[in-house]
């Protein structure tokens, strides 16, 4: 006698292994922000990282545009649930922006124009994980994307990809960014629904 009847399949898997768990899709991009959209000048616009020792490297946005540019095409995925899939990009590698600097850090704190910080572990930016963005869907990133550039990880939720970036702070100990100070989870892996502390 059989134990599983003829036909069956199991339990039936998600229309798209893409979509992590309590999210939906959308084909919109939504704007979500924690205050008022930043206008910077292209030409005041400024890239840095600084060490743990204070060492630091800085980018004009000629400079930046002067460097080998990547087309990344990611998934997106958002703390409020909404994924966008298949989103294209362009902008550089921050492996190229951190390859000549030394540090011991294990952290970054991530600071954007208006304010905005978020912190997360050195090596998520590393390895062909994260970009500086400058481009969206083949055009120029506005600034409600997060324009002139914005910090890009896609293997976080999205409120870890700073909007108007301007520099990274390399750290020996985790210091929490703006969201995290208010309860939102300091990692954020959309696979593992970390939305707030204690998920």
């Given at each position: 006698?059989?134990?599983?009847?003829?036909?069956?399949?199991?339990?039936?898997r998600?229309?798209?292994?893409?979509?992590?768990?309590?999210?939906?899709?959308?084909?919109?991009?939504?704007?979500l922000?924690?205050?008022?959209?930043?206008?910077?000048?292209?030409?005041?616009?400024?890239?840095?990282v600084?060490?743990?020792?204070?060492?630091?490297?800085?980018?004009?946005?000629?400079?930046?545009?002067?460097?080998?540019a990547?087309?990344?095409?990611?998934?997106?995925?958002?703390?409020?649930?909404?994924?966008?899939?298949?989103?294209?990009?362009?902008?550089?590698?921050?492996?190229?922006?951190?390859?000549?600097?030394?540090?011991?850090?294990?952290?970054?704190?991530?600071?954007s124009?208006?304010?905005?910080?978020?912190?997360?572990?050195?090596?998520?930016?590393?390895?062909?994980?994260?970009?500086?963005?400058?481009?969206?869907?083949?055009?120029?990133?506005?600034?409600?994307?997060?324009?002139?550039?914005?910090?890009?990880?896609?293997?976080?939720?999205?409120?870890?990809?700073?909007?108007?970036?301007?520099?990274?702070?390399?750290?020996?100990?985790?210091?929490?960014?703006?969201?995290?100070?208010?309860?939102?989870?300091?990692?954020?892996?959309?696979?593992?629904?970390?939305?707030?502390?204690?998920?």
């Amino acid at each position: 006698m059989a134990i599983v009847s003829r036909g069956f399949q199991g339990r039936r898997r998600s229309s798209d292994h893409r979509l992590p768990p309590g999210q939906y899709e959308t084909r919109d991009f939504p704007v979500l922000s924690a205050g008022p959209t930043p206008r910077v000048d292209r030409d005041a616009w400024q890239f840095s990282v600084v060490t743990e020792a204070g060492e630091r490297r800085s980018w004009s946005w000629r400079e930046l545009m002067a460097l080998p540019a990547e087309r990344p095409v990611v998934d997106l995925h958002c703390v409020t649930k909404w994924s966008k899939f298949g989103t294209a990009w362009q902008g550089v590698s921050l492996d190229l922006l951190l390859a000549d600097v030394e540090t011991e850090a294990e952290y970054a704190l991530v600071h954007s124009y208006g304010g905005y910080t978020t912190n997360l572990p050195l090596k998520d930016l590393l390895d062909g994980q994260a970009w500086i963005a400058y481009g969206y869907d083949g055009r120029d990133l506005t600034p409600e994307h997060g324009g002139p550039a914005r910090l890009l990880v896609p293997h976080l939720y999205l409120w870890k990809s700073a909007k108007w970036v301007r520099g990274i702070e390399l750290l020996v100990k985790d210091e929490p960014g703006f969201w995290e100070s208010a309860g939102y989870h300091d990692y954020g892996d959309p696979w593992r629904e970390q939305r707030y502390q204690g998920d």
